[in-house]
T-cell receptor
Framework: GIQVEQSPPDLILQEGANSTLRCNFS?????LQWFHQNPWGQLINLFY???GTKQNGRLSATTVATERYSLLYISSSQTTDSGVYFC??????????????FGKGTLLTVNP | SAVISQKPSRDICQRGTSLTIQCQVD?????MFWYRQQPGQSLTLIAT?????????ESGFVIDKFPISRPNLTFSTLTVSNMSPEDSSIYLC?????????FGPGTRLTVT
């Protein structure tokens, strides 16, 4: 099956710093999403981004589908950004079944 | 987006018993999924809950262990049967709207 690798596995920042999280995937995809899992376990949908670039406030994401990677940028980080960031992909299958394969995540800790 | 609720939010169960988890969505959706997140791990898809037909299970998951019901387009249940400590996990339901996948708050299960 498709492999999804996220880096770095852990990241510690001071409040106000910027960061870039990376997601590499081993095959073509129909769908790619970034999620934030907060310390209470809730998964929050950040971006649906199978290709191109999107921005939402301090967060932005870019997916280069032809090179099989996606980047999540966090600017001016805040303590509330702490948690695990997951990249999830739906392998290309000719149609959409929406079955997501998740990476192992990046654990982000933002210190005040 | 979609508003998803799950019951119970958490439970502690004895080995050998069964627990049924409910997932309710605030709108009718075609695609509904169940995922498992073992402690400190990423999410793994258990099955696709199909309305009006049998659920479709992923490799490593079987109907006898994880029976699923989908009586209508807004509701599904997942039962974890004959539980062992290895079943201690967060169980999450998800739905697809406008190509994006949204997750419920999860059910945190501890088996003793």
């Amino acid at each position: 099956g498709i492999q999804v690798e996220q880096s770095p596995p852990d990241l510690i920042l001071q409040e106000g710093a910027n960061s870039t999280l990376r997601c590499n995937f081993s095959d073509s995809v129909n769908n790619l999403q970034w999620f934030h899992q907060n310390p209470w376990g809730q998964l929050i949908n950040l971006f649906y981004i199978p290709s191109g670039t999107k921005q939402n406030g301090r967060l932005s994401a870019t997916t280069v589908a032809t090179e099989r990677y996606s980047l999540l940028y966090i600017s001016s980080s805040q303590t509330t950004d702490s948690g695990v960031y997951f990249c999830a992909v739906e392998p290309w299958s000719g149609g959409s079944n929406y079955k997501l394969t998740f990476g192992k995540g990046t654990l982000l800790t933002v210190n005040p | 987006s979609a508003v998803i609720s799950q019951k119970p939010s958490r439970d502690i169960c004895q080995r050998g018993t069964s627990l049924t988890i409910q997932c309710q969505v605030d709108s009718q959706v075609t695609m509904m999924f169940w995922y498992r997140q073992q402690p400190g791990q990423s999410l793994t898809l258990i099955a696709t809950a199909n309305q009006g037909s049998e659920a479709t299970y992923e490799s490593g998951f079987v109907i006898d262990k994880f029976p699923i019901s989908r009586p209508n387009l807004t509701f599904s249940t997942l039962t974890v049967s004959n539980m062992s400590p290895e079943d201690s996990s967060i169980y999450l339901c998800s739905v697809v709207t406008n190509y994006e996948q949204y997750f419920g708050p999860g059910t945190r299960l501890t088996v003793t």
